[in-house]
């Protein structure tokens, strides 16, 4: 029986998994949070049957603490 080589690891190339922030307000704005670095600053509103949005930059992911959030 021959061992065969393994293929390299690809998990260097595979990106952070986006960021999930958990908010209180149903509107919420996006920059990247990276300063100079970031991304142009988008408004985003969290639909009330998801909970969640996602920014269409960056991918980070706002749900909304229904607990403390107030009226949409």
């Known amino acids: 029986m021959t061992a ?5 690891s690809t998990s ?3 990106p952070p998994a ?3 922030r958990v908010v209180t307000t149903w509107k919420v704005a996006c920059d990247g949070g990276q300063g100079a670095l970031g991304h142009p600053r988008v408004w985003l509103t969290i639909p009330q049957d998801t909970g969640f949005v ?6 980070a992911r706002y749900e909304i603490d229904r607990a403390a959030a107030s009226g949409h």
């Open 4 to 8: 065969t080589p393994h293929a390299a």
């Open 12 to 14: 260097s190339a595979v």
């Open 18 to 20: 986006p960021e999930t």
């Open 54 to 59: 996602e920014c269409p930059y960056c991918d």
